[in-house]
Nanobody, 126 residues
Framework: QVQLVESGGGSVQGGGSLTLSCTTF????????MGWFRQTAEEQREMVACIRADSTIKYAYRESMKGRFTMSKDNAKKTLYLQMDRLKPEDSGMYYC??????????????????WGQGTQVTVSS
């Protein structure tokens, strides 16, 4: 059974760092396309980054995130990570990891992803 479990969110002051984790179950992460998405009450779910099976990473984040967010994965631990540094209040939101079962490519569209975690909340205060 495919399952994605995010952790690592929390409340931090601006300038701080968080590392989000997505532990996976039921599939081979080394062969998977996976993504990190962010959603707020006012905005649709938007991609932060995605990673292909060959570990190629595509960052689709907004310009303000550039250079501060880093995606990685550990195949042995079956875990996906999102390192977030120098956090800003506008980074706040619910962060989700997602698994694309079949496309084989890094799509920025949330509709292409078949499985989702429950999300982990990130709140950055000024």
């Amino acid at each position: 059974q495919v399952q994605l479990v995010e952790s690592g969110g929390g409340s931090v002051q601006g300038g701080g760092s968080l590392t989000l984790s997505c532990t996976t179950f039921g599939f081979d992460i080394s062969q998977a396309v996976m993504g990190w998405f962010r959603q707020t009450a006012e905005e649709q779910r938007e991609m932060v980054a995605c990673i292909r099976a060959d570990s190629t990473i595509k960052y689709a984040y907004r310009e303000s995130m550039k250079g501060r967010f880093t995606m990685s994965k550990d195949n042995a631990k079956k875990t996906l990570y999102l390192q977030m540094d120098r956090l800003k209040p506008e980074d706040s939101g619910m962060y989700y990891c997602a698994y694309d079962l079949s496309s084989g490519t890094c799509s920025t569209s949330a509709s292409m992803y078949n499985y989702w975690g429950q999300g982990t909340q990130v709140t950055v205060s000024s």
